[in-house]
């Protein structure tokens, strides 16, 4: 039994534990941005100051109140894991937290517009929880397969831009990213039908990631003419430092009551660096009142993504770079959003839809990543405003493991992450 179980420890755990590897590179770059797709690039009307600070700054210059706004939201992220083309096991986990925190201030500028902006959001979610549990192929024990993540990558963002002519405007924003991510991973296998002297064994694996760094973006809008708007937009490789720690532990309880510690290792304190992808923006938006529609495209380079540090390969393999970048270019590829958004604005009420896909960077996965949004908003004569959201976006990964009779597992999950946006604006 214990030969059996350090086999299927190493099978699990070995490969994650003492090196990084590409995925540590995209982990706090992969996905979609923080901001809605209910929100378009390039139609003024449609823009949220989230959207101009993450997106294009130059949507900033067409604010022209000060406001202070903020938002709640509830969380929840769902993860059902499908063998054999059925549903075996579906897991969830929610909870609320600050969405955001925005103001805005316009300069009073003898002619043309000059606006700044600041904004306090999540970029990125980490949030991820998935579970498989199935007999052994003997029918002798039971195990179960989970792993869970949890935690934010924040972005406080400070921005401006100006009306550069009568019909183009240029902006420019800044970031200051922050947050971190908690990821475990754990194997536990049980006796029910007391066929073995052991009770319960449980392998498990966390880490835990914390992230500080700075990214930029550059936006440009043009009015091509008095119902066509073109809007471009560059965000720059985010520059993040990580500082990790890990845990695994490997216990054995047997029948007499009596346990047996098969490992206990921390590592603390590892450092690295790591560069995002270069991101390339382009939107149409379109004008016809009481309707604003949008479409959008986005160039993501993930292949240019990269690790910095003082890292060695594992078995002696040289530089940890260079093994990176040759992962990087086998497994990961540049990836191509598609997003388009409807506005209905019929002042106090506005209504807006959005959706956007694109392509999983990782080339062994064929399917597409997709984000749906709705939004409601009400704004007072008093300068009181209220917001109602929904964002959903899907996409799959998989529990795919090997036992130790070397049966093959192919488990697809499908994840599916909520956000429920509550929040108010008032205009100054």
């Known amino acids: 039994m214990k030969f059996r179980i350090l086999i299927l420890c190493l099978l699990l755990w070995a490969p994650a534990l003492f090196a990084q590897n590409y995925l540590d590179v995209l982990r706090p770059f992969q996905g979609m941005s923080g901001r809605s797709g209910a929100e378009s690039g390039v139609a003024p009307a449609a823009m949220s100051t989230s959207n101009a600070l993450l997106g294009n700054p130059a949507l900033l210059s067409y604010s022209e109140d000060a406001f202070v706004a903020a938002d709640l939201s509830f969380d929840q992220v769902q993860g059902s894991s ?73 972005a406080f963002s400070a921005g401006t831009s100006i009306m550069a002519s009568m019909h183009t405007s240029v902006g420019f924003a800044i970031s200051y990213l922050a947050g971190e ?37 550059l936006g440009v809008l043009s009015a ?57 923006g382009v939107g149409l938006g379109f004008t016809s009142s009481p309707l604003e529609a949008s479409v959008n495209y986005k160039f993501h380079s993930y292949r240019t993504s990269s690790l910095s540090g003082n890292l060695t ?53 064929i399917e597409n990543n997709l984000r749906l949004d709705v939004g409601v908003g009400y704004q007072l004569t008093s300068g009181l405003g209220f917001t109602v959201a929904l964002r959903n976006e899907q996409w799959q990964s998989d529990l795919n493991h090997t036992l130790d009779s070397g049966v093959l597992r192919s488990v697809a999950i499908d994840n599916n992450f909520s956000k429920f946006q509550f929040g108010i604006k008032y205009i100054l």
């Open 82 to 154: 499908i063998f054999n083309s059925t549903i075996w096991e579906t897991t969830s986990n929610g909870d609320i937290s600050l969405n955001s925190l925005t103001y805005i201030n316009p300069v009073h500028v003898y002619r043309g517009a000059w606006v700044w902006g600041f904004n306090l959001q999540p970029v990125h979610s980490f949030g991820r929880i998935n579970q498989f549990g199935d007999f052994d192929p003997d029918q002798n024990f039971y195990y179960q397969y989970t792993q869970q993540e949890t935690g934010s990558l924040y």
């Open 224 to 280: 091509l003419s008095e119902d066509l708007n073109l809007g471009l937009s560059v965000e720059f490789p985010s520059r993040i430092s990580v500082t990790e720690s890990a845990g695994r532990d490997s216990i054995e309880w047997f029948d007499n009551g009596l346990k047996e510690i098969i490992a206990h290792e921390n590592w603390t304190a590892l450092e690295y660096a790591v560069w995002g992808p270069w991101r390339l």
């Open 181 to 217: 991510n908690s990821y475990s991973k754990v194997y536990e296998e049980t006796d029910p039908q007391d066929s073995y002297t052991f009770d319960r064994f449980v392998d498990s694996l966390h880490f835990a990631p914390q992230y500080r760094g700075f990214g930029a973006r």
């Open 313 to 365: 390969a594992p078995n002696g393999g040289g530089s940890l770079e260079a093994l990176i970048d040759q992962q990087i270019n086998d497994n990961v590829r540049n990836v191509h959003e598609f997003s388009a958004s409807l506005l209905w604005s019929m002042a106090p009420l506005n209504l807006s839809f959005g959706a956007a896909l694109m392509k999983n960077p990782l080339n062994y996965r």
